[in-house]
Every structure is written in C-alpha cells, then in structure tokens.
C-alpha cells in the first residue's frame, strides 16, 4: 500500500542553523502539508501547497519557514534559523483532493512517520 | 472559527470490551469532514475512519465505528473488541473550510 516517507526520521540540529526536512508524498496526491507535533501537544497545522504554491498557511509558519517540490516526488519544508522553540515532530501530510468544503473522503490527508527534530 | 474538543485526557479499557471516545466541535461551516487518527508510542498518524457531515449513515471501518450526531456537534469513536495493540493515543479532527484542525487527544491503555 502506498505510503507518505519522510526523511530523516530524526534531526539534531544547533540553535541557528537552517535544517531541510524532506517527504515524498503518495504518488498520486496533489495536496501536501506540513505538521508540527510538540511533544505531548496536539498536532498543529503548518501550511498546505498545491500546485506549486503554498494554498494556505498558519500564523506559526512565518518568514522562518519554507516549502518547496523540487522535483516531481519531493516536499521539503526548510527551517531558516532554528529557535529552541522548533524542536517538535513534524509530519508531513498529503491528500488526493482539498475539497472546498473538506466533506469528501478524498480530503482524508495520509500522514508520514515524522521527523523528530532537537533544536539545541 | 472551528474548535474541537476531546475532553478526556484518558481511558481504560478491558480486552475485548468496547469503548468510546468522545469528540466535540463546533463550526457554522456548512459542509465539513470529521476524521480519526491512531497514534501509537511509535508517533506516526494513522488514518481510522472518515465522516462527512451530510452522510445519512455513520460510518464504519472494521471495528471502528463513528457515532455521528450532528445536531449535537459530537463525533465519538467506538471501538469494538479492544485490543492491547489499540493502546495508542486517539486524536479528533475536522476540516470544513480552511485547514484541519485537531482536538487534544485522548490516550486509550486496554487492559489484558
């Protein structure tokens, strides 16, 4: 069965740096997102992108924040100058459709394993 | 704006008993989709069960069941049949217009 990947499954990075988080969405998805987990929190939404452009975004996903498809099977959400206050799960998510009123299955949005990020 | 609330924290279940999970939410969204997910200590997001707000029937996914009461705004997850591998947290969602948003989760422990 077809699956969303993420990669790596866990990241350790320094206060400051700029850390690249990288999926590869189920194959015949067109809408993609970001999530953000911290630990024992619900699940935050980040931003979705369709069409090679962002469709919606959060007030957490500020000019620190950045996603692209770079190629024809790759989602990467980058991080500029991470904050202490970054480290969480981030998952990423994709769905076959986006309806405008979301009451289609086919909104049902696949979750990738995650990526556990330590800002130090 | 859309809230959804999952009012408890935690939940214990016997082997084989059946168990439901609360949701709540609240929208002046006309039209709407309520979703499930499983996350086990693991910490991936699995997808259970999926119910649109103008479906006539609850929707069922194994032993998963919704219990769909709209002029309520409550969207409950019966599990049938426990099993140990059902301990996981349990997390709410909906997404009518705009993004999808989350309840808080509720961490289901079944008891041998």
């Known amino acids: 069965e077809p699956e969303v990947t993420q990669t790596p499954s866990h990241q350790v990075t320094q206060m400051g740096q700029e850390v690249i988080l990288r999926c590869v969405p189920i194959s015949n998805h067109l809408y993609f997102y970001w999530y953000r987990q911290i630990l024992g929190q619900k699940v935050e939404f980040l931003v979705s992108f369709y069409n090679n452009e962002i469709s919606e975004k959060s007030e957490i996903f500020d000019d620190q924040f950045s996603v692209e498809r770079p190629d024809g099977s790759n989602f990467t959400l980058k991080i500029r100058s991470t904050k202490l206050e970054d480290s969480a799960m981030y998952f990423c998510?994709?769905?076959?459709?986006?309806?405008?009123?979301?009451?289609?299955?086919?909104?049902?949005?696949?979750f990738g394993p995650g990526t556990r990020l330590t800002v130090l | 704006a859309q809230k959804i609330t999952q009012t408890q924290p935690g939940m214990f279940v016997q082997e084989k008993e059946a168990v439901t999970l609360d949701c709540t939410y609240d929208?002046?969204?006309?039209?709407?989709?309520l979703f499930w997910y499983k996350q086990p200590s693991s910490g991936e997001m699995i997808f259970l069960i999926y119910?649109?707000?103008?479906?006539?029937q609850n929707a069922t996914e194994g032993r998963y069941s919704l219990n769909f009461q709209k002029a309520r705004k409550s969207a409950n997850l019966v599990i049938s049949a426990s099993q140990l591998g059902d301990s996981a947290m349990y997390f709410c969602a909906m997404r009518g217009v705009g993004d999808m948003r989350f309840g808080a989760g509720t961490r289901l422990t079944v008891k041998p």
């Open positions: 929208t002046s969204d006309p039209s709407y989709g």
């Open positions: 119910q649109g707000s103008y479906d006539q």
């Open positions: 998510a994709s769905s076959v459709g986006q309806g405008v009123w979301g009451s289609s299955v086919a909104d049902t949005q696949y």
